[in-house]
């Protein structure tokens, strides 16, 4: 794949190893889960790495110091419905005040265009670091639309994160938004003839729910 600046890819060993579990079919519902949370937290401390943050007074047992914290409410977290739900509290553990935007999409199953049927955002979300979550990012469709929805909506500071990566979706929204940086835990080989990740995970929405 062509190389961007604006597109992360971690590559990092403790990432991957729970990537291997998160695609092994055996693994259960209720793991699929956690594994997801798990990588999204370790995400989040480089994608919001540059969070606004103000500075605060704090009193050590010994003096008096000034020290720099997290700006309340200086993020939205967006899931792409289903799957992005998943990757929510991943985030929420690090920042439990973040405010939560929801956008439905869903992929036709013959042309596989997104297809957006929801979208609430919370009031200011203009001014905030927005992080759009979903773990796939397979042709880059439902990614490109959100973002574009949300830029139609004023936002200036956006990122986009997904657990796993094909080329041509990371390709996609690199080149569509290059003002926004694209997070990928991994770079899968490339898409089937259904537009499925390979070797990928499966279908993320129905593992982390249940549903098929
Ligand atoms: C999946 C996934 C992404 C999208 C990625 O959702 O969660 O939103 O497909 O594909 P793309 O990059 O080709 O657009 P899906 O449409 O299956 O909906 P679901 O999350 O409700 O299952
Ligand atoms: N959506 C998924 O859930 N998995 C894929 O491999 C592609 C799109």
Do not use: W
Not at 9 to 36: C, G, W
Not at 159 to 166: L, P, R, T
């Amino acid at each position: 794949m062509e190389k961007f600046d604006n597109v992360v890819i971690f590559n990092h060993p403790l990432i991957n190893h729970k990537i291997a579990h998160l695609r092994d079919k055996n693994t259960s519902m209720k793991e699929f889960r956690e594994l997801i949370e798990e990588i999204t937290t370790l995400m989040t401390f480089e994608c919001l790495r540059e969070v606004p943050t103000v500075e605060i007074e704090v009193e050590t047992p010994l003096e008096k110091c000034t020290q720099r914290v997290v700006k309340d409410n200086s993020v939205v977290i967006v899931p792409i419905l289903r799957a992005g739900l998943g990757m929510v509290n991943g985030i929420h553990v690090l920042f439990p005040t973040a405010r939560v935007g929801h956008i439905g999409m869903y992929r036709d199953e013959e042309t596989f265009e997104p297809c957006e049927y929801y979208c609430k955002l919370p009031d200011g979300i203009e001014d905030k670091v927005v992080v759009v979550v979903d773990p796939m990012l397979a042709t880059g469709g439902s990614a490109c639309d959100a973002i574009s929805l949300l830029k139609k909506r004023g936002c200036k500071d956006i990122k986009f994160m997904a657990v796993i990566g094909a080329p041509e979706g990371v390709e996609k929204v690199a080149k569509a938004h290059p003002d926004v940086t694209v997070f990928v835990s991994t770079l899968d080989r490339g898409l089937n003839e259904n537009c499925y990740i390979l070797p990928g995970l499966g279908d993320a929405g129905d593992r982390l729910f249940g549903t098929k």
